[in-house]
């Protein structure tokens, strides 16, 4: 099983630029996430889903946006890209909120907006 | 909300045991997690903890106390190659499994 893909790996906006990263996982989980990393920083919750055709905001949603039309497929976009959008996005799943193994991760999109 | 203190870095030498602790501060709780990073990849689940008491699992162990607020990970036999960053995550107590994470702990394993 490739668990949870991520594409692309790295990209570099300009400013005002839209763009969609794609998190596709092949395990069945209900559950999906999107976080942020930036250095020195935890990860930081943006968007997530408890199931196909449900979203809800994170603690950082603002200039994001998310569908979840299929299971297995969670996007996150940016509309209009600014320079503090520059970060390390992870996307994670898991099987159920009370699960006992924690999440998985896609291993990361390294964005770069100039 | 969530308020999660780790310690920045920590350095260790090969064959030594390490502890890292975790404080916390949580409107809800269901659960802490530790994930360990190496530089440039993806966080990989190593421990969940939701009672009070020690997981051990090989050379990782983990460790709760819910009333104080408290982790840690202890890592027994240190090797180079558990140079990396360690992360303390809380989940609340909604049913959508949300964590909160720590800003993490990077570890040096030193010869």
């Known amino acids: 099983n490739a668990g949870v893909t991520q594409t692309p790996k790295f990209r570099v906006l300009k400013t005002g630029q839209s763009m969609t990263l794609l998190c596709a996982q092949d395990m069945n989980h209900e559950y999906m996430y999107w976080y942020r990393q930036d250095p020195g920083m935890g990860l930081r919750l943006i968007h997530y889903s408890v199931g196909e055709g449900t979203t809800a905001k994170g603690e950082v949603p603002d200039g994001y946006n998310v569908s979840r039309l299929k299971k297995q497929n969670f996007l996150l976009g940016l509309e209009s890209a600014a320079p503090s959008q520059t970060s390390v996005y992870f996307c994670a799943s898991s099987y159920g909120g009370q699960a006992n193994y924690g999440y998985t991760f896609g291993s990361g999109t390294r964005l770069t907006v100039v | 909300g969530q308020n999660i203190d780790q310690p920045t870095e920590m350095t260790a030498t090969e064959g030594a045991i390490v502890q890292i602790n975790c404080t916390y501060q949580?409107?809800?709780?269901?659960?802490l997690f530790w994930y360990q990073q190496h530089a440039g990849e993806a966080p990989t689940f190593l421990s969940y903890n939701v009672l009070d008491g020690l997981e051990e699992k090989g050379r990782f162990s983990s460790f709760l106390s819910r009333s104080k607020g408290y982790s840690y990970l202890l890592l027994k036999e240190l090797q180079m190659k558990d140079s990396a960053s360690y992360l303390c995550?809380?989940?609340?107590?909604?049913?959508?499994?949300?964590?909160?994470f720590g800003d993490g702990t990077t570890l040096t394993v030193k010869p």
């Open positions: 949580t409107s809800g709780f269901n659960g």
């Open positions: 995550a809380v989940r609340d107590g909604t049913n959508a499994g949300k964590s909160t």
